[in-house]
């Protein structure tokens, strides 16, 4: 029986509370937890956790089918910022481990693949203020063409072996369970542990940058709703611009300040502004909203009460 449902990343920052959340819905003994690294979380210890590399194809292969893998969300990735300081290893991750898991899925007849895009498919070319699924795609970073071409692969299996392969173009995602790494919107979430912990937080990008942004209980959530919305409701075979929040660095320190009123922090750009300069500032989702009624739950006010709160209680 081809009941279980393997995640590739699992250890990273969607990974980890995708895990946990598909844990809870479908039961512990049906959620398998991969990534290349020891489990690094006393929760992924708990369940099924295995040691899986995306560019070992052949033993992707062995273990689609040895554990009956009906299902797959494919996370292992580097991200934008990483992948401009090592594009050969980016590439090789993103692309061939892409290409991997969807050849050894269509070998093993897995049903339903997950993967995530991401904003970084969008670039100068593309709409600024309010950047509609259909625009034009131009990415600028090693990731987001990764991550561009990633979706015509996907739209490709879809079309020509009836893989069933759903898509979000993620924003940046703000969790308090795991940091980022690696990412230019970071900052959105290390300015909170700065705050809590120094006061003080040094940040990468200019004040004003505004970029798209989703709180991970709503990416979590929102994923979930698409992977089980019927398959004849969805009309994207690439991926779904998916919207939350959308701010600058000023605008969420101001938030912020509002719990920590001695907050302060000072701004030196480096090389991530470029990158965040070429994206869009405000995404629309008209379609996931037609197609799978996604709709997000938390504003900038409410994301920040609750990040600072569980923050607080858990870690410091
Ligand atoms: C990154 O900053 O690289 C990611 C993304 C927007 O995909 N968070």
């Known amino acids: 029986m081809r009941d279980k449902i393997l995640v590739t990343g699992a250890c990273g920052q969607l990974g980890t509370e995708l895990v946990m959340a598909l844990r809870e819905r479908y039961g512990w003994e049906r959620v398998i937890a991969t990534d290349v690294y020891d489990a690094n979380d006393k929760l992924m210890q708990k369940g099924a ?9 052949r033993r992707l292969s062995y273990v689609f089918e040895r554990m009956g893998v009906g299902q797959i969300y494919h996370l292992a990735a580097v991200l934008s910022a990483s ?6 290893a980016a590439w090789q991750i993103n692309m061939q481990g892409l290409l991997n898991v969807l050849e050894a899925a269509r070998a093993q007849r897995v049903e339903k693949i997950f993967w995530p895009s991401s904003i970084a498919v969008f670039g100068p070319e593309s709409m600024r203020a309010a950047c509609v699924q259909q625009s034009a795609l131009d990415p600028t970073t090693i990731y987001g063409i990764s991550k561009m071409a990633g979706e015509y692969w ?12 759903r898509s979000i173009r993620y924003p940046g995602l703000i969790s308090y369970s795991a940091k ?9 979430v290390d300015i909170f542990h700065k705050a809590l912990e120094e006061g003080h937080y040094g940040c990468f990008l200019r004040d004003t940058t505004t970029l798209p942004m989703l709180y991970m209980p709503d990416a979590v959530r929102g994923t979930i709703e698409l992977m089980e919305a019927p398959r004849g409701q969805l009309s994207v075979h690439t991926s779904y611009n998916l919207a939350g929040l959308h ?3 000023r605008e969420l320190a101001t938030e912020i300040r ?10 030196h750009p480096d090389f991530r502004q470029a990158i965040a300069d070429s994206w869009p500032t405000g995404i629309l989702d008209l379609e996931a909203r037609r197609d799978w009624g996604w709709e997000p739950q938390f504003d900038l006010e409410t994301m920040v009460t609750d990040m ?3 923050l607080k209680n858990d870690v410091h």
């Open 49 to 57: 956790y295995m040691k899986l590399d995306v560019l070992n194809v």
């Open 83 to 88: 992948g401009e300081q090592n594009p050969e």
């Open 154 to 165: 996907c739209r490709w299996y879809y079309n020509t072996y009836g893989i069933d392969i």
């Open 180 to 188: 980022p790494g690696g990412g230019t919107t970071d900052y959105a």
């Open 247 to 249: 701010f600058s660095p």
């Open 258 to 267: 509002k719990h920590i009123p001695g907050l302060t922090v000072s701004y």
């Open 308 to 310: 600072l709160a569980h």
